[in-house]
């Protein structure tokens, strides 16, 4: 069954290319079908598209198909396009003509591309939900070791002393401005498409501030051709804000995977958590934070790739938005399972408290001490000169104690700054909204 058959045959081989993988990855989107559809068919009865006592019996049948898709009872039949269709096809077996009316005032564009928004949001919530979770770890990580020094590279020269208080905060502070820019992607999705149809609108009387309140959506997207041409955008600003989250990931496996060779030795893993060579008796790999470091690299990539699917294309829709539904759809999980496992594995990770024991590390200690002597009143090229000269003739002996003060720096790390500033970001996402609108959309 097709929404758009008007009894003409489509060649086979067109028809399997065409659909793609539409009936598979549909199924992901399969509640948020119903959701959009419950909150459609309430705004057709208050214009007089639909009789109120359509509207129960079709709001019962909806809360059943979506009471189904939980169970993990919904399938998309064989012969049916797609979920939009299938949903259709089980409320007309039910209810006969009544089911027919649910696709007055509304396309397929502005379904899918509410369907879309749905999920998203869907997704966006628990991914931060997700990212809570290993920042506090960060930054319980960061409090628990923040007087254990390491060195700080430049260049993967030594440079200054840092420490773990520092290292484990710079990776929670990064992911608090990762959820800056999911939110700004986020504010992009939480804008209702519904009722721009096929991209120029309804000659119905339709209500669309109705159903924006209905699905909880911050606003509307006003402009009907421009809710259309957001197919693609939201995609592409999504995919950047989830490539931000996985760069803070790949970054952190790097530097573990550096911190765990033998020529640094500053964290291990318990031998549970490593793997072993077929050849090499002794070898402890470090493959979750490759994998880790792969991986995100590959979510990385996603935005580029709907970029090149979607800048070429001038207003309106078109099917190459397809291509970009197979790639987005999949991203999100791929994205948490990084995080998820990010969080797992950090708290694992053993810490070497003398580090700087090795007197490797002795000249991480110069600029200190050219601090020192600017500190007695000396000028700060003169002391820079008179360590250097220390340096070079081998006569450098320094104290490794570090006295930072300021604010962000060895001796103040300022974590509770940063989790309030995590904290003021998440609440602005206000999920218990579109939590409290899509219960009452399920009442009946």
Same mark, same amino acid.
């Given at each position: 069954?097709?929404?758009?058959?008007?009894?003409?045959?489509?060649?086979?081989?067109?028809?399997?290319?065409?659909? /793609?993988?539409?009936?598979?990855?549909?199924?992901?989107?399969?509640?948020?079908?119903?959701?959009?559809?419950? &909150?459609?068919?309430?705004?057709?009865?208050?214009?007089?598209?639909?009789?109120?006592?359509?509207?129960?019996?079709?709001?019962?049948?909806?809360?059943?198909?979506?009471?189904?898709?939980?169970? *993990?009872?919904?399938?998309?039949?064989? /012969?049916?396009?797609?979920?939009?269709?299938?949903?259709?096809?089980?409320?007309?077996?039910?209810?006969?003509?009544? *089911?027919?009316?649910? @696709?007055?005032?509304?396309?397929?564009?502005?379904?899918?591309?509410?369907?879309?928004? +749905?999920?998203?949001?869907?997704?966006?919530?628990?991914?931060?939900?997700?990212?809570?979770? +290993?920042?506090?770890?960060?930054?319980? +990580?960061?409090?628990?070791?923040?007087?254990?020094?390491?060195?700080?590279?430049?260049?993967?020269?030594?440079?200054?002393?840092?420490?773990?208080?520092?290292?484990?905060? &710079?990776?929670?502070?990064?992911?608090?401005?990762?959820?800056?820019?999911? =939110?700004?992607?986020?504010?992009?999705?939480?804008?209702?498409?519904?009722?721009?149809?096929? *991209?120029?609108?309804?000659?119905?009387?339709?209500?669309?501030?109705?159903?924006?309140?209905?699905?909880?959506?911050?606003?509307?997207?006003?402009?009907?051709?421009?809710?259309?041409?957001?197919?693609?955008?939201?995609?592409?600003?999504?995919?950047?804000?989830?490539?931000?989250?996985?760069?803070?990931?790949?970054?952190?496996?790097?530097?573990?995977?550096?911190?765990?060779?033998?020529?640094?030795?500053?964290?291990?893993?318990?031998?549970?958590?490593?793997?072993?060579?077929?050849?090499?008796? @002794?070898?402890?790999?470090?493959?979750?934070?490759?994998?880790?470091?792969?991986?995100?690299?590959?979510?990385?990539?996603?935005?580029?790739? =709907?970029? +090149?699917?979607?800048?070429?294309?001038?207003?309106?829709?078109?099917?190459?938005?397809?291509?970009?539904?197979?790639?987005?759809?999949?991203?999100?999980?791929?994205?948490?399972?990084?995080?998820?496992?990010? &969080?797992?594995?950090?708290?694992?990770?053993?810490?070497? @408290?003398?580090?700087?024991?090795?007197?490797?590390?002795?000249?991480?200690?110069?600029?200190?001490?050219?601090?020192?002597?600017?500190?007695?009143?000396?000028?700060?090229?003169?002391?820079?000169?008179?360590?250097?000269?220390?340096?070079?003739?081998?006569?450098?002996?320094?104290?490794?104690?570090?006295?930072?003060? @300021?604010?962000?720096?060895?001796?103040?790390?300022?974590?509770?700054?940063?989790?309030?500033?995590?904290?003021?970001?998440?609440?602005?996402?206000?999920?218990?909204?579109?939590?409290?609108?899509?219960?009452?959309?399920?009442?009946?």
């Amino acid at each position: 069954m097709k929404l758009w058959d008007k009894g003409t045959d489509v060649n086979k081989a067109i028809e399997k290319f065409t659909v /793609g993988r539409d009936r598979e990855l549909d199924l992901l989107l399969a509640p948020y079908d119903v959701l959009g559809s419950l &909150a459609h068919t309430i705004m057709l009865e208050k214009v007089g598209l639909l009789s109120a006592e359509e509207l129960v019996q079709i709001r019962k049948s909806m809360v059943d198909i979506y009471n189904k898709i939980e169970k *993990g009872d919904f399938i998309i039949e064989e /012969g049916v396009e797609d979920v939009h269709s299938q949903v259709e096809v089980l409320l007309t077996r039910e209810l006969g003509d009544v *089911g027919k009316k649910i @696709h007055s005032a509304r396309s397929r564009n502005d379904q899918v591309l509410l369907d879309l928004k +749905l999920f998203s949001r869907r997704k966006i919530a628990e991914l931060a939900n997700t990212m809570q979770v +290993l920042f506090e770890q960060l930054i319980s +990580l960061s409090n628990r070791y923040r007087d254990v020094l390491l060195p700080g590279y430049t260049h993967l020269q030594v440079a200054m002393p840092s420490s773990f208080g520092l290292w484990f905060g &710079a990776y929670a502070e990064s992911l608090s401005d990762d959820l800056q820019v999911l =939110l700004g992607a986020y504010k992009l999705v939480n804008q209702n498409p519904l009722g721009s149809a096929a *991209g120029y609108g309804s000659s119905f009387p339709i209500d669309r501030e109705l159903t924006t309140e209905l699905l909880g959506f911050d606003q509307l997207n006003y402009n009907v051709v421009y809710a259309q041409m957001g197919r693609g955008k939201i995609e592409r600003n999504v995919a950047w804000a989830l490539g931000n989250i996985a760069s803070t990931i790949s970054r952190m496996a790097y530097d573990l995977c550096l911190f765990m060779s033998q020529n640094f030795g500053f964290v291990s893993l318990p031998d549970e958590f490593t793997t072993g060579s077929s050849i090499m008796p @002794h070898k402890k790999n470090p493959d979750v934070f490759e994998l880790l470091r792969a991986k995100s690299n590959k979510v990385q990539a996603l935005a580029s790739e =709907l970029t +090149l699917v979607s800048n070429n294309l001038p207003s309106g829709y078109f099917r190459d938005m397809q291509v970009i539904k197979e790639s987005y759809l999949e991203a999100f999980e791929y994205t948490s399972d990084c995080v998820e496992v990010a &969080a797992f594995i950090i708290d694992k990770v053993q810490i070497n @408290h003398h580090i700087l024991e090795d007197d490797i590390y002795q000249y991480l200690f110069s600029v200190e001490e050219v601090n020192k002597e600017v500190l007695k009143g000396v000028p700060f090229r003169d002391a820079y000169k008179k360590v250097g000269g220390q340096i070079n003739k081998g006569k450098f002996n320094p104290s490794k104690e570090v006295k930072h003060t @300021h604010e962000g720096s060895i001796g103040n790390l300022c974590n509770e700054e940063i989790s309030l500033k995590f904290k003021r970001v998440l609440k602005q996402f206000n999920f218990e909204k579109v939590a409290r609108a899509e219960k009452e959309l399920l009442k009946v």
